[in-house]
């Protein structure tokens, strides 16, 4: 039968998504802008198949229920319909991020399945085309289609289609040298998953309509940061957007807490290094790994006092490439 295999990349957001207006469609409340990484690939194999009457799912040689098998056969539906087509898949997906650092990303995961699958079923999308369809299996996915700096448009809420209207597309004249040192702060299993923290903190935090306004003004001040290779600006930006979405997730009833006393020492030896002159910015996600932005000349020396100060692992990224198909062998 069909068959395809494709490579994507994670991204980690500058500016933060947070919040959906729609959650079918996964429409964001806001605009969010990332960079591609050039760790931790996700591959994944899509197979069709006439003989199965459920879709299979094997992650890192598992086999994956519940939830998250849940999400991938509801995205696939997305595209079967899409395609008029009928065939169920077998998906296989390897990660590349070292065990339990709490890294996987359901970024390059569903840019990976979006770009293998409609390749399998038939489709061919541009890639703007592509990054609407990857954000209906994971929001932060429409980004990773694109390489380098990336920004993921919300669309209006009174659009006539909306789905039409939230995309992502490359920034492609950002040519920044941005590094990402990310230190990997052991942990068990997460609290909450991000959607459901994510659902918890826009209904109930009382900072959230703050931060949603200030993250607007976020967005239009990163891509002018980024337009004149301002690095201070653009680690003061994503460390202060970052800071207040941890905020909003900690006020919300109950609380997120996803960082631990070991994210909090990372942050403060992060501060300190500024202090001393090493020009370094903080930024975290739904989970206690804090990842540090610098110049890409400092980034060696800014991952070794990291490692020194926090005893944790610490992996340096650059900016990296958009989804791509793989010839298959
Ligand atoms: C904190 O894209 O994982 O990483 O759309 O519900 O699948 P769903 O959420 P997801 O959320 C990512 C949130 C974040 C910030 C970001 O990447 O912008």
Redesign the pocket.
């Known amino acids: 039968g069909d068959g395809a295999v494709a490579v994507a990349h994670p991204n980690i957001?500058l500016v933060?998504?947070?919040g959906k207006r729609d959650e079918r469609l996964?429409l964001p409340c806001t605009d969010?802008l990332?960079m591609t990484l050039d760790i931790f690939p996700t591959t994944t194999h899509v197979q069709l198949t006439d003989q199965n009457t459920q879709d299979a799912v094997l992650t890192d040689g598992a086999v994956a229920r519940g939830e998250m098998a849940r999400r991938i056969t509801a995205f696939l539906d997305v595209i079967r319909e899409r395609a008029g087509r009928t065939e169920r898949a077998m998906v296989e997906t390897r990660n590349t991020v070292p065990l339990g650092a709490g890294l996987a990303s359901?970024?390059s995961g569903f840019a990976a399945l979006a770009l293998a699958a409609t390749d399998a079923y038939g489709l061919s999308l541009e890639p703007v085309a592509l990054s609407r369809l990857a954000r209906r299996g994971?929001?932060?996915?429409a980004r990773s289609i694109f390489g380098g700096f990336v920004l993921w448009h919300s669309g209006a809420s009174d659009d006539p289609d909306p789905d039409l209207a939230s995309y992502a597309e490359p920034l492609a004249h950002a040519h920044l040298d941005l590094a990402l040192v990310a230190v990997l702060v052991e942990t068990g299993p997460k609290p909450v998953s991000?959607?459901e923290a994510?659902r918890r903190t826009a209904m109930t935090s009382p900072l959230f309509p703050d931060w949603l306004a200030t993250t607007r003004g976020d967005v239009t001040a990163m891509r002018e940061a980024l337009a004149r290779e301002d690095i201070a600006t653009v680690g003061e930006i994503a460390e202060r957007n970052a800071l207040g979405l941890h905020r909003t997730m900690e006020t919300a009833v109950p609380p997120v807490r996803y960082l631990t006393p070991t994210s909090h020492r990372v942050l403060e030896g992060v501060r300190d290094m500024r202090a001393r002159g090493l020009p370094a910015w903080a930024t975290m996600?739904?989970g206690p790994n804090v990842k540090v932005l610098c110049g890409g000349g400092d980034a060696q020396r800014v991952a070794g006092e990291l490692r020194k100060q926090s005893g944790c692992a610490a992996v340096v990224a650059r900016s990296g490439p958009g989804a791509v198909l793989r010839k298959k062998v």
Do not use: E, P
């Open positions: 957001a933060k998504y947070w996964i969010s990332s359901s970024a994971s929001g932060s996915a991000s959607r994510m996600d739904a």
